[in-house]
């Protein structure tokens, strides 16, 4: 399972890098309830929205940036040997560059018996 996070600030109140630090618990869960999974590292930063670029500690990659790392990873992930990867995030702004690069890799893949998902349903929930 490969997560993403974000760094940005949203005010003095809330610890910078709140996604990072609530999906180290949340991961855990999820691949403590998938069994037989492997978390790999939370990648910290993503895209941020345009007004929360100008706050300081914000930390913003251009979509294109994270759709590459994130692809990457896939690829390393793919590289090494497993099958089935899932990608996730906990961030507005990343929901979409990862249902792309999950669709593409798994179209790519598939000959070759690796499925890629994106799991998108427990981000929705939250902000629901």
């Known amino acids: ?3 993403s996070g974000g ?4 005010g003095p109140y809330v610890v910078l890098g709140k996604h990072n630090f609530k999906l180290k618990s949340y991961t855990q869960r999820v691949a403590k309830g998938v069994g037989k999974t492997l978390v790999v590292l939370i990648i910290p930063f993503a895209p941020n929205h345009i007004s929360l670029k100008k706050f300081s500690g914000t930390i913003s990659l251009e979509e294109q940036t994270f759709y590459n790392v994130n692809k990457e990873i ?3 992930m793919i590289s090494s040997g497993f099958t ?3 990608l996730m995030c906990d961030h507005y702004n990343s929901q979409q560059p990862l249902k792309e690069l999950a669709d593409t890799l798994a179209s790519s893949y598939r000959n070759q018996k690796v499925d890629v998902y994106y799991a998108g349903n427990g981000y929705a929930k939250a902000r629901g």
Not at 7 to 10: D, G, I, N, Q, S
């Open 1 to 3: 399972m490969h997560y």
């Open 7 to 10: 760094t940005e600030a949203t």
């Open 74 to 76: 896939a690829l390393s």
């Open 84 to 86: 089935q990867i899932i």
